[in-house]
């Protein structure tokens, strides 16, 4: 079986239920152990620290679909001064799944957009587990057009395991949508700073990832497909993810050291979830390290753009 909990994050947690017990029983019989139990808190703290900096592949893709990780809206208040939401696609409805609108960012108008995924069974069920539908992708593609029209700089925010495969979103034109997004963001005339913030999957992911500045939380992932689409496709054994996590090369050093990404954000140990605001805070200070890069550098940004994308996959031989 796929294992799905973090064993690790559990004997932690029992290890300092039991140094609680320890402070308690000090207490009652009037015995100093403090120096005992600071050795022993310091001693767990550095165990975890190795244990995060030595994560596997797959324990990645766990801890990059945790449910307390914070979501775009999260980071969207977060990093903006203030910011309205903006609804629909103007054809069919309103995609839960997929959050846009436009807000100031160091009192800087931009456009934001981002997948939205819940924190429990109502909300998932509400934004549709953040697998967006067409009409998210056309809602994506009429705010990036007016963001063009009035000079905004786009921030996007990436985390979903992939378009919905559903009949119903094949029959309302999936693939087109998704199509028209990548090709607008090609050429768009405006800078795009994109940040993985959780699970990049897929064409769905990549839809708001064509940007001129790519960035990934430490534990985020980003690739072609899920490593339980990659099993069973490849082995037609979803029991194998943990394996195909590892031949994917979805983190973000691996990105890195190939050129994929531009900047890795650190977390906190244990994961973003454990400390929001200072995840959001460097997540911030980041986007706007590039952002600024980005315009300072001029020129033309979709032939920039253009290069850099063809760029990737290149490789020598000895």
Request: charged share 25%; aromatic share 6%.
């Amino acid at each position: 079986m796929v294992k799905r909990q973090f064993d690790y994050e559990n004997n932690y947690e029992n290890i300092q239920d039991k140094i609680k017990e320890l402070e308690e029983l000090s207490d009652s019989l009037d015995f100093d152990l403090s120096g005992e139990i600071k050795f022993l808190e310091s001693k767990l703290q550095a165990l975890r620290e190795v244990k995060y900096q030595n994560l596997t592949p797959w324990e990645k893709v766990l801890l990059a679909r945790h449910s307390e990780r914070p979501t775009t809206m999260q980071y969207l208040d977060g990093i903006c001064d203030e910011w309205i939401e903006l609804h629909g696609d103007r054809l069919y409805g309103d995609d839960q799944a997929v959050v846009g609108g436009i807000g100031t960012f160091n009192g800087m108008p931009v456009t934001v957009l981002g997948h939205q995924r819940g924190k429990d069974t109502n909300e998932n069920i509400k934004r549709n587990f953040g697998m967006p539908h067409p009409e998210g992708y056309r809602k994506v593609h009429r705010l990036l057009k007016q963001a063009e029209k009035f000079g905004r700089p786009v921030l996007t925010f990436i985390d979903t395991q992939g378009a919905y495969p559903g009949a119903g979103a094949e029959e309302r034109g999936q693939p087109f949508a998704i199509a028209q997004d990548l090709m607008l963001l090609s050429g768009l005339k405006v800078p795009v700073i994109s940040t993985v913030i959780g699970e990049g999957g897929s064409g769905g992911a990549l839809a708001l990832g064509v940007c001129d500045r790519l960035i990934m939380l430490s534990n985020s992932v980003f690739s072609v497909a899920s490593a339980e689409t990659c099993a069973s496709i490849l082995t037609k054994d979803v029991h194998q993810a943990e394996e195909m996590a590892g031949n994917l090369k979805l983190t973000a050093p691996e990105l890195k050291e190939l050129g994929i990404i531009d900047e890795i954000v650190p977390e906190p140990i244990g994961g973003a979830h454990t400390d929001p605001e200072q995840t959001i805070a460097l997540v911030k200070a980041a986007m706007a390290r590039n952002l600024y890069e980005v315009m300072e550098r001029g020129g033309d940004l979709a032939e920039q753009r253009y290069r850099r994308l063809r760029a990737m996959g290149r490789f020598t031989s000895k």
